[in-house]
Each structure stands twice: as structure tokens, then as C-alpha cells.
């Protein structure tokens, strides 16, 4: 059981936008630090999409943002294309010091229609 | 982004245990914290504990404690992950990856590698 909570999976048609949600709590997302999203295709390592709100690594495209508020946190896609069919994560830090303090999200599987 | 290269795909049996190493350029391991991270089938990413700078500033889940440990031989460019007792729950893709310290992102990783324990 992951300490944040993600869909299992979210799907869309190409052109549209989605939303992927993270929901954790006020030890971890509520403390205020950024929360961060990380893309993986099957069978290669995760790599780092979105960093707080809307603070992407170069060569990331500007179709995805990351927005926060409270405890939750969102991962949005517009203009949805094959090529974004992936896993998707979050990650938080963790005050809490009975949990790790690296959490994450247990992953949105994001398909393509 | 830095280039970390991991090492190949082990079997081992339950009860033992596995040592997965992390290369990187030499300056990495000067600068940058050095985080492992699990990837068992069906479940999400779980971090199992970083390692910092010239060895200092260890720390692991409480998940992993008291089995793991992470040491980093800067001679040799070389971060290692090292886990005892092991059970099927450990097969699972196993992961470094960077960050700059502090509550900052990964944001470089190693290209994974399959741990599979099985009698």
C-alpha cells in the first residue's frame, strides 16, 4: 500500500487532456514541499517529468504541468498523443518519521485510446 | 543529467543476499546523493535508502533497515546496494538514481536491474 494515492489507470482519445491525481496527507504534499512526477515506459527506469509546479528538464514537453493544493497534487496532460502511454508516478517527502521519507505514488497506468 | 551505469541481472536464493553496484563519472559521487530504489512486479516504486557525498549522510527506510546497506568506493566511481536475508518479495527491478540532496527530485537514473530470488 503506497503512502500516496494514484488511479490505477486514466485513459483518453489523442487531443485531449487528462488529469492524473496523488493524494496523500498533511505529513507529506500538506507540508508544502514540491511534489514531483516521474514518466516510465515498460521495461526502461523512470525519469523525471515534472518538478513541483510546472518545472520541467529540458526536452520535456510544455503539455505537461503539475499543479498542488492542500494535500493532493495533479499531474495534467493536454493534447494527449500514443507517445505519452506510460506509467506515471509521484513522489512527495515524507515528515512523518515512522514512514520512509521518500514516498510514492503506487503509479497511474496512462493509456492511449 | 548524469549517466549511471548498473550492474547485470542476478538470481539468487532465499536467505542470501545481493550486491548491486551504480557506476557514474567520478565527480558524481562528490556532488550528489545517491538514491536506491525498489520496483517489485504489480507494485509501485518504493526508495529504499540514499547515501551521500564521501559516505556521509546514510539514510534508510524503515522498511530496509537493519538489511541494507549502502556504501560508495569513490575510487572506483562505484555506488553499491547491498541486501541480506532475502525472500521472493525482494524479486523486483532494483534502481539508483541521483538527486542534489536535500527534498530535490531524482533526476537522473540508472538503468535498473533484475534481482529475481527463487529456491
Known amino acids: 500500500q503506497s503512502v500516496l494515492t494514484q488511479p490505477p489507470s486514466v485513459s483518453g482519445a489523442p487531443g485531449q487532456t487528462i488529469t492524473i491525481s496523488c493524494t496523500g496527507s498533511s505529513s507529506n504534499i500538506g507540508a508544502g514541499y514540491d511534489v514531483y512526477w516521474y514518466q516510465q515506459f515498460p521495461g526502461t527506469a523512470p525519469r523525471l517529468l515534472v518538478a513541483?509546479?510546472?518545472n520541467r528538464p529540458s526536452g520535456v514537453p510544455d503539455r505537461f504541468s503539475g499543479s498542488e493544493s492542500g494535500t493532493s497534487a495533479s499531474l495534467v496532460i493536454t493534447g494527449l498523443q500514443a507517445e505519452d502511454e506510460a506509467d506515471y508516478y509521484c513522489?512527495?517527502?515524507?515528515?512523518?518519521?515512522?514512514?520512509?521519507?521518500?514516498?510514492f505514488g503506487g503509479g497511474t497506468k496512462l493509456t492511449v485510446l | 543529467q548524469v549517466q549511471l551505469v548498473q550492474s547485470g541481472a542476478e538470481v539468487k536464493r532465499p536467505g542470501a543476499s545481493v550486491r548491486v553496484s551504480c557506476r557514474a563519472s567520478?565527480?558524481?559521487?562528490?556532488?550528489?546523493?545517491i538514491h536506491w530504489v525498489r520496483h517489485a512486479p504489480g507494485h509501485g516504486l518504493e526508495w529504499m535508502g540514499r547515501i551521500g557525498p564521501y559516505n556521509v549522510g546514510t539514510l534508510y527506510s524503515p522498511t530496509f533497515q537493519g538489511r541494507l546497506t549502502l556504501t560508495t568506493d569513490t575510487s572506483s566511481s562505484t555506488s553499491y546496494m547491498n541486501l541480506t536475508l532475502l525472500t521472493a518479495a525482494d524479486t523486483a527491478i532494483f534502481y539508483c538514481?541521483?538527486?542534489?540532496?536535500?527534498?530535490?527530485?531524482?533526476?537522473?537514473w540508472g538503468q535498473g536491474t533484475l534481482v529475481t530470488v527463487s529456491s
Open positions: 567520478a565527480h558524481t559521487f562528490t556532488v550528489k546523493y
Open positions: 538514481a541521483t538527486n542534489v540532496g536535500g527534498r530535490r527530485p531524482f533526476d537522473s
Open positions: 513541483g509546479n510546472n
Open positions: 513522489q512527495a517527502y515524507e515528515f512523518d518519521t515512522s514512514l520512509s521519507p521518500v514516498v
